[in-house]
């Protein structure tokens, strides 16, 4: 049968089924996008103390993440920061010494913890199409509107995602951006600080100036294609019926 002998229904069938495909096709890659290592807090503020949780979806098809190394540059070091452990994983710490020294509550501080390390137990770790949460806890948090955290991923293949490179506000999200959080300003919890977790945790965000604009332009570009698709289906089933009927 030729596609010129198909009936109206059956055209407008075929069309459908190619418009869903494509917003099919689009949400993915729109998700795809998305899916890197992000860092969020619901309390962490400037010259307070607060949580950090750390988000690593598995992006490999075939490997697991075994290991996760997050570094804390000097310009984010804490006196205080401590590892949540995490069953089935080993946590590993090095400290750095500071260039120079800070009081914290009447104490000299000259070194902080500089590299946090969460390996997978042998047999382990994050298997393809899952994710794992990995959370710190310290404090003060320095006088800073963002800070960065980059994180490289290890795959059991042996292959490595580093998450490091800077996001500069106002520019394009670079291919590998590290996980920056944002602070809250008055060392107490606030609306801007929930905001920015809620939106880490949410996929593309990353507590930091970059939004999910990306991800959400497709997906809504996807959606419009979709409805004029489906008009374009009604009107030409329609005249099709007309067709035959005349």
Do not use: C
């Amino acid at each position: 049968m030729s596609p010129t002998s198909l009936r109206p229904g059956a055209r407008a069938g075929v069309v459908l089924a190619a418009l869903l495909a494509a917003l099919v096709a689009s949400v993915a890659g729109a998700a795809g996008a998305s899916a890197h290592v992000t860092v969020s807090s619901a309390d962490a503020a400037a010259g307070g103390y607060g949580k950090l949780t750390f988000r690593v979806p598995n992006e490999s098809d075939t490997a697991s993440t075994v290991a996760l190394r997050i570094s804390v540059p000097e310009g984010a070091a804490m006196a205080s920061l401590r590892a949540q452990p995490v069953p089935g994983w080993t946590v590993t710490t090095t400290s750095a010494q500071l260039a120079e020294p800070v009081e914290v509550h009447g104490q000299e501080i000259s070194t902080y913890v500089s590299v946090v390390e969460f390996r997978a137990d042998a047999g382990g770790g994050i298997a393809p199409g899952q994710f794992q949460e990995f959370s710190l806890s310290g404090g003060p948090f320095p006088d800073a509107a963002t800070l960065s955290y980059p994180a490289v991923q290890t795959y059991s293949d042996g292959t490595e995602s580093a998450w490091i490179e800077p996001t500069v506000d106002g520019q394009e999200e670079p291919e590998s951006p590290a996980p920056v959080l944002t602070l809250a300003g008055d060392g107490a919890t606030s609306g801007t600080a929930a905001e920015g977790g809620a939106a880490a945790s949410g996929g593309h965000g990353h507590g930091g100036p970059v939004s999910n604009e990306p991800a959400g332009l497709a997906l809504f570009v996807a959606i419009l294609a979709l409805a004029v698709g489906l008009a374009g289906v009604v009107l030409g089933y329609w005249a099709g019926r007309r067709t035959v009927s005349s």
